[in-house]
């Protein structure tokens, strides 16, 4: 392969991979900035939405679209029912609220195992095959995995940015206390976001379920991509997800085509701090003041 | 209770008295990632126990021993392999141990278990598992050291090789089945180039860009199942059409889940157990007939040196002087097991024959299944 | 007064049998392996106090592993490789760690505290792949083997029984010098930055020099029990601390509480003998940790060594003082 075949597939690469990462990031950063809590289960909703995913299109053979719907809304139903046991007695105590859904993640982590086993299952593929442009390949598996993180992100922008709905959360996000003020109905608004931000994390894991496979421990990893997506894109900033996540399937793609995978993770955590140290707030966050 | 009974027949089976247990230690890794091998290991000595057991237990020295079994999870972790066999060797008092299963628990065990004279089968890939200082260590586990050199030397004669690119995780089963392979690819004339990642990765289309854009092969031995499953269908659907080699542990059935039998097609495998051997299939059908569940590498390992064991146990007359069964143990050969004619090896390379020596096979994935295609001892495949 | 009193003494006297019986301990026990599961203890209640400084002083730790981590590979290699005395390579260890901790805190706990968190968990990644890729100094993914037994005046100590008290001994002082920390005029300062940071700096005092210094502290205990533990366990891999070693010493810190130096023990005492429980099940452990971190939060967030004080508060005439809770403010 000619090195700018390889310049050109590494960029595509990297787009491909970070488009999961920004569905991943953008639901992380969604919980964060309306409800302040730093959520450690985020990725295991990833892992349900992938399980329940694999059940309904590996084993009963449901259609795709609908497989992919049912994934989503079962795994919301199962964030929503944390939501109220757990997250919701947590707001105002930021700290407790992380160190809470830690223990979350672990209960949900094992409570998989336990009730799947700890053996990776494949799910059937939905697509096969590739198309190649001029030397560049994009497995059509992929590119199913694009369209889908497309249309989610595209219609999250239109709920954002056009609806009653989504104003009153920008509000929240913004001030809850002055929202609430305003007569916005905060108490709605928080298991709303939440659920919200779990169905970006189950379709990324339904998406991805036939790409790789499902077991229960593949949601540490999303977990840790999230975070360090977030934090320079913004915690709390949405624009700074889909930015951030792009950017560091990026700097994967490249640090590991180019130099070696495991110089590629240390790299990210490296550029972790360093946005940390130059710009706090993330390339496109508010500045904090200290609470 | 159904031990009780057993014990209760036995007793009076023999008429006298003298029954006794042989209490046998499980160390391995039966929860998490690597449970299915640890899972393999725990069953195989619970069947062979059961089966002992329903004979009237094992006789040896003019006394009848019932076997029971202490199962300890190490949750693939050095410090809890340790503490698992402290409470082994200190609470429950055995002195024989199944395990432990991965190398940094072998490597953290091993001082203290040949201290106290404590005789494990361990199945660590590990080449510092064996050595002269460790008497009562054994390895009842077809390991890359034995199996790579061969199998690359007969697949270097079938194929062209000059230049070959691995993959390899970058954790204690990478690390050192990646060594093996520099050693054996170096040896038919082949610079290997070894790429890591870390072990829970998923996506290696980066990685593998870079690795098949210049090589004649793939070599992926070393890795999960399922990691190897995504290894193949990742690389042919960037569109590479090259040989893929998985010159590392048993892992055909998961790679073809994975990465489909279209992708799979063609892939050489390494073979520890060959189905068409009697004493094999007899097994496998009898042990999946009873526990429902497949029997893989591991569970015929352990059961295999856990025959071994036992028949030392017997010819030395003793369960309790371990030095005295370590030595039987060694000087075993030719004997029958699961696997096959089974002996001891490994002097040249660990400077002590505590290596099992069974027959093994090089496969080669053929819709969906695997064939074999060359059968291999520790010197050379035909 | 003399009620109170005689409360104190009540619990002096409790403290002093509490440790006589750990020193007996070995006595009383069935074999050597409930040594064992003693020293382990010992040197857990060392993380936990560590955190629990951190936490006094209102920051969170995630990458407390971390550090543990890289005390013990310094230790292990200084004394493998240099020919130091395991006793200075402890030392040693606990001042790397310290060091470290002291530039990272200084460079980031200006920060939010949120995000203070995020980056000392990435650091607790960075110290586990550098232990993995660094494998010419550090054994990769295999670990060191063999690391030399601590020994004190030329005595070693390599057995159980020789090991139990002088990990007992490190304990108790770390619990000493935690209680007088707290009590000192350092404490208070610490425990005002935890309850507001923003008055606490209007009223003059410099917080994130005060949450700094309580990291560099609590870091550097953490390096020097790292390092206490190769030199017992004889062996490291960048297995040996990991982000689940950080979260199960934050749980028992959670269960047991941190406004006082004697929540981590009870968190250590409660928590410690559970692994062992459950090992002959598969995969419980962590199910049940995950459940008491929440129950315990949602229920008893200030630890289960609040209950005594609680009890105690709703029995008396008056209404007692009010507790703030471990982290943040609560609503």
């Given at each position: 392969m000619s090195m700018e075949t390889i310049l050109a597939q590494t960029v595509v690469n990297g787009l491909m991979v970070g488009m999961i990462y920004m569905l991943m990031a953008i639901g992380f950063t969604m919980v964060f900035g309306i409800m302040r809590i730093v959520n450690f289960a985020h990725g295991e909703f990833y892992m349900v939405g992938a399980f329940m995913f694999a059940i309904f299109?590996?084993?009963?053979?449901?259609?795709f679209a609908l497989s992919l719907l049912l994934a989503i809304v079962t795994t919301a139903l199962v964030g929503l029912v944390m939501e109220r046991l757990v997250f919701s007695r947590f707001r105002g105590n930021e700290l407790n609220g992380m160190i809470a859904s830690v223990g979350v993640a672990l209960i949900m982590q094992n409570a998989a195992l336990l009730i799947w086993g700890p053996s990776p299952r494949s799910v059937p593929a939905v697509v096969s095959g590739v198309i190649s442009f001029g030397g560049i390949v994009f497995p059509w598996s992929r590119v199913v995995v694009i369209i889908g993180a497309l249309i989610a992100v595209g219609l999250l922008y239109v709920l954002i940015a056009h609806t009653q709905l989504g104003r009153a959360m920008r509000a929240v996000a913004q001030d809850a206390e002055i929202a609430l003020a305003q007569g916005i109905r905060v108490e709605v608004i928080f298991p709303l976001a939440f659920v919200l931000g779990v169905a970006l994390a189950a379709l990324a894991g339904a998406l991805m379920a036939p790409v790789l496979s499902v077991s229960p421990f593949v949601g540490l990893a999303p977990t840790l991509k999230a975070f360090v997506i977030v934090v320079i894109g913004g915690l709390g900033s949405v624009p700074g997800a889909v930015a951030g996540g792009l950017l560091i399937g990026l700097i994967e793609s490249f640090a590991g085509t180019f130099m070696s995978a495991a110089l590629a993770e240390i790299l990210q955590f490296i550029v972790v701090i360093a946005v940390v140290l130059l710009r706090p707030q993330g390339l496109l966050g508010r500045k904090e003041r200290e609470a | 209770m159904l031990r009780f009974a057993v014990l209760a027949v036995a007793v009076l089976a023999t008429?006298?008295?003298?029954a006794e247990t042989l209490t046998i230690g499980i160390n391995a890794t039966?929860?998490?990632?690597?449970a299915v091998f640890g899972e393999g290991m725990a069953l195989a000595a619970t069947n062979f126990a059961d089966e002992v057991n329903a004979k009237g237990g094992l006789k040896i020295g003019g006394k009848s021993y019932t076997i029971e079994l202490k199962k300890y999870d190490d949750r693939y972790r050095a410090q809890d392999a340790v503490t698992a066999m402290e409470r082994l060797i200190l609470e429950d008092k055995v002195k024989y141990v199944v395990g432990p299963m991965g190398s940094a628990s072998t490597l953290a065990t091993q001082a203290r278990t040949n201290g106290d004279q404590i005789l494990t089968l361990t199945m660590a890939f590990t080449p510092k598992a064996l050595s002269p200082q460790l008497p009562f260590s054994f390895r009842p586990a077809i390991t890359t050291a034995e199996f790579t050199g061969p199998q690359l030397a007969w697949l270097g004669k079938t194929l062209a090789l000059k230049r070959v690119r691995a993959l390899a995780p970058n954790d204690e089963t990478g690390q050192s089945v990646a060594a093996s392979q520099k050693e054996a690819y170096a040896a038919i004339g082949v610079n290997l180039e070894v790429d890591f990642f870390e072990r829970e990765r998923v996506d290696f289309i980066p990685i593998l860009t870079r690795a098949l854009a210049q090589t004649d092969a793939l070599e992926i031995g070393g890795n999960s199942p399922t990691t190897a499953g995504l290894l193949v269908k990742q690389a042919r659907e960037l569109g590479y059409k090259g040989p893929i080699f998985v010159t590392g542990g048993d892992v055909t059935a998961e790679l073809v889940k994975v990465a489909g039998k279209q992708a799979a097609e063609g892939v050489y495998v390494h073979l520890p157990i060959d189905i068409s051997k009697p004493e094999t299939a007899g097994y496998i059908k009898a042990f999946e007939a009873k526990f429902k569940q497949p029997a893989n590498g591991h569970n015929l390992f352990i059961y295999s040196g856990l025959q071994m064991l036992t028949a030392a146990m017997q010819k030395a007359g003793t369960v309790d002087d371990t030095a005295k069964v370590a030595k039987e143990l060694q000087g075993l050969a030719n004997f029958p097991t699961v696997l096959g004619t089974a002996g001891w090896t490994g002097d040249k390379r660990y400077g002590i024959d505590h290596q099992i020596d069974v027959p093994f096979y090089v496969g080669q994935i053929k819709d969906g299944v695997v064939a074999k295609v060359a059968t291999c001892s520790v010197t050379a495949c035909n | 007064m003399r009620a109170q009193d005689g409360n104190k003494r009540l619990r002096f006297g409790a403290i002093i049998l509490a440790v006589l019986i750990a020193i007996l301990f070995p006595r009383f026990a069935p074999n050597q392996f409930y040594v064992h599961l003693g020293t382990v203890g010992c040197l857990n209640l060392m993380f936990v106090l560590g955190l629990a400084i951190i936490s006094r002083a209102g920051q969170l730790s995630m990458g407390h592993a971390g550090f543990a981590l890289v005390g013990g590979y310094v230790s292990a290699l200084l004394s493998m490789k240099a020919g130091w005395p395991a006793l200075l390579g402890v030392l040693a260890a606990g001042l790397v760690a310290a060091a470290i901790a002291a530039a990272l805190g200084w460079i980031i706990l200006r920060l939010r505290g949120v995000y203070f968190v995020l980056v000392a968990f990435s650091f607790g990644q960075i110290a586990v792949l550098l232990a993995l890729d660094m494998s010419d100094i550090t054994g990769g993914a295999n670990g060191i083997v063999g690391v030399p037994p601590l020994s004190l005046f030329g005595y070693s100590l390599a057995s159980k029984p020789d090991f139990y008290p002088f990990a007992l001994a490190c304990a108790l002082a770390t619990l000493l010098f935690t209680w007088m920390l707290y009590r000192s005029p350092f404490g208070d300062r610490m425990a005002a930055t935890a309850e507001n940071q923003r008055l606490t700096e209007s009223s003059g005092v410099d917080t994130h020099a005060t949450q700094v210094i309580a990291f560099t502290i609590g870091s550097g205990i953490a390096g020097m029990a790292g390092a206490l533990s190769v030199h017992y366990f004889r062996f490291i891999s960048p297995d040996s601390f990991t982000f689940w070693e950080s979260v199960s010493y934050l749980t028992m810190l959670v269960v047991g509480g941190s406004a006082g130096a004697f929540g981590p023990v009870v968190g250590v005492l409660v928590l410690t003998p559970l692994p062992e429980m459950l090992r002959a099940t598969q995969g419980l452990q962590h199910i049940i940790y995950g459940a008491v971190l929440v129950l315990c939060l949602l229920f008893v967030p200030e630890g289960l060594s609040s209950i005594p004080r609680r009890l105690s508060q709703r029995y008396r005439a008056t209404p007692g003082p009010d507790t703030s809770t471990p982290a943040g403010t609560r609503r």
């Amino acid at each position: 392969m000619s090195m700018e075949t390889i310049l050109a597939q590494t960029v595509v690469n990297g787009l491909m991979v970070g488009m999961i990462y920004m569905l991943m990031a953008i639901g992380f950063t969604m919980v964060f900035g309306i409800m302040r809590i730093v959520n450690f289960a985020h990725g295991e909703f990833y892992m349900v939405g992938a399980f329940m995913f694999a059940i309904f299109y590996g084993s009963y053979e449901v259609p795709f679209a609908l497989s992919l719907l049912l994934a989503i809304v079962t795994t919301a139903l199962v964030g929503l029912v944390m939501e109220r046991l757990v997250f919701s007695r947590f707001r105002g105590n930021e700290l407790n609220g992380m160190i809470a859904s830690v223990g979350v993640a672990l209960i949900m982590q094992n409570a998989a195992l336990l009730i799947w086993g700890p053996s990776p299952r494949s799910v059937p593929a939905v697509v096969s095959g590739v198309i190649s442009f001029g030397g560049i390949v994009f497995p059509w598996s992929r590119v199913v995995v694009i369209i889908g993180a497309l249309i989610a992100v595209g219609l999250l922008y239109v709920l954002i940015a056009h609806t009653q709905l989504g104003r009153a959360m920008r509000a929240v996000a913004q001030d809850a206390e002055i929202a609430l003020a305003q007569g916005i109905r905060v108490e709605v608004i928080f298991p709303l976001a939440f659920v919200l931000g779990v169905a970006l994390a189950a379709l990324a894991g339904a998406l991805m379920a036939p790409v790789l496979s499902v077991s229960p421990f593949v949601g540490l990893a999303p977990t840790l991509k999230a975070f360090v997506i977030v934090v320079i894109g913004g915690l709390g900033s949405v624009p700074g997800a889909v930015a951030g996540g792009l950017l560091i399937g990026l700097i994967e793609s490249f640090a590991g085509t180019f130099m070696s995978a495991a110089l590629a993770e240390i790299l990210q955590f490296i550029v972790v701090i360093a946005v940390v140290l130059l710009r706090p707030q993330g390339l496109l966050g508010r500045k904090e003041r200290e609470a | 209770m159904l031990r009780f009974a057993v014990l209760a027949v036995a007793v009076l089976a023999t008429g006298s008295a003298s029954a006794e247990t042989l209490t046998i230690g499980i160390n391995a890794t039966l929860s998490g990632a690597g449970a299915v091998f640890g899972e393999g290991m725990a069953l195989a000595a619970t069947n062979f126990a059961d089966e002992v057991n329903a004979k009237g237990g094992l006789k040896i020295g003019g006394k009848s021993y019932t076997i029971e079994l202490k199962k300890y999870d190490d949750r693939y972790r050095a410090q809890d392999a340790v503490t698992a066999m402290e409470r082994l060797i200190l609470e429950d008092k055995v002195k024989y141990v199944v395990g432990p299963m991965g190398s940094a628990s072998t490597l953290a065990t091993q001082a203290r278990t040949n201290g106290d004279q404590i005789l494990t089968l361990t199945m660590a890939f590990t080449p510092k598992a064996l050595s002269p200082q460790l008497p009562f260590s054994f390895r009842p586990a077809i390991t890359t050291a034995e199996f790579t050199g061969p199998q690359l030397a007969w697949l270097g004669k079938t194929l062209a090789l000059k230049r070959v690119r691995a993959l390899a995780p970058n954790d204690e089963t990478g690390q050192s089945v990646a060594a093996s392979q520099k050693e054996a690819y170096a040896a038919i004339g082949v610079n290997l180039e070894v790429d890591f990642f870390e072990r829970e990765r998923v996506d290696f289309i980066p990685i593998l860009t870079r690795a098949l854009a210049q090589t004649d092969a793939l070599e992926i031995g070393g890795n999960s199942p399922t990691t190897a499953g995504l290894l193949v269908k990742q690389a042919r659907e960037l569109g590479y059409k090259g040989p893929i080699f998985v010159t590392g542990g048993d892992v055909t059935a998961e790679l073809v889940k994975v990465a489909g039998k279209q992708a799979a097609e063609g892939v050489y495998v390494h073979l520890p157990i060959d189905i068409s051997k009697p004493e094999t299939a007899g097994y496998i059908k009898a042990f999946e007939a009873k526990f429902k569940q497949p029997a893989n590498g591991h569970n015929l390992f352990i059961y295999s040196g856990l025959q071994m064991l036992t028949a030392a146990m017997q010819k030395a007359g003793t369960v309790d002087d371990t030095a005295k069964v370590a030595k039987e143990l060694q000087g075993l050969a030719n004997f029958p097991t699961v696997l096959g004619t089974a002996g001891w090896t490994g002097d040249k390379r660990y400077g002590i024959d505590h290596q099992i020596d069974v027959p093994f096979y090089v496969g080669q994935i053929k819709d969906g299944v695997v064939a074999k295609v060359a059968t291999c001892s520790v010197t050379a495949c035909n | 007064m003399r009620a109170q009193d005689g409360n104190k003494r009540l619990r002096f006297g409790a403290i002093i049998l509490a440790v006589l019986i750990a020193i007996l301990f070995p006595r009383f026990a069935p074999n050597q392996f409930y040594v064992h599961l003693g020293t382990v203890g010992c040197l857990n209640l060392m993380f936990v106090l560590g955190l629990a400084i951190i936490s006094r002083a209102g920051q969170l730790s995630m990458g407390h592993a971390g550090f543990a981590l890289v005390g013990g590979y310094v230790s292990a290699l200084l004394s493998m490789k240099a020919g130091w005395p395991a006793l200075l390579g402890v030392l040693a260890a606990g001042l790397v760690a310290a060091a470290i901790a002291a530039a990272l805190g200084w460079i980031i706990l200006r920060l939010r505290g949120v995000y203070f968190v995020l980056v000392a968990f990435s650091f607790g990644q960075i110290a586990v792949l550098l232990a993995l890729d660094m494998s010419d100094i550090t054994g990769g993914a295999n670990g060191i083997v063999g690391v030399p037994p601590l020994s004190l005046f030329g005595y070693s100590l390599a057995s159980k029984p020789d090991f139990y008290p002088f990990a007992l001994a490190c304990a108790l002082a770390t619990l000493l010098f935690t209680w007088m920390l707290y009590r000192s005029p350092f404490g208070d300062r610490m425990a005002a930055t935890a309850e507001n940071q923003r008055l606490t700096e209007s009223s003059g005092v410099d917080t994130h020099a005060t949450q700094v210094i309580a990291f560099t502290i609590g870091s550097g205990i953490a390096g020097m029990a790292g390092a206490l533990s190769v030199h017992y366990f004889r062996f490291i891999s960048p297995d040996s601390f990991t982000f689940w070693e950080s979260v199960s010493y934050l749980t028992m810190l959670v269960v047991g509480g941190s406004a006082g130096a004697f929540g981590p023990v009870v968190g250590v005492l409660v928590l410690t003998p559970l692994p062992e429980m459950l090992r002959a099940t598969q995969g419980l452990q962590h199910i049940i940790y995950g459940a008491v971190l929440v129950l315990c939060l949602l229920f008893v967030p200030e630890g289960l060594s609040s209950i005594p004080r609680r009890l105690s508060q709703r029995y008396r005439a008056t209404p007692g003082p009010d507790t703030s809770t471990p982290a943040g403010t609560r609503r």
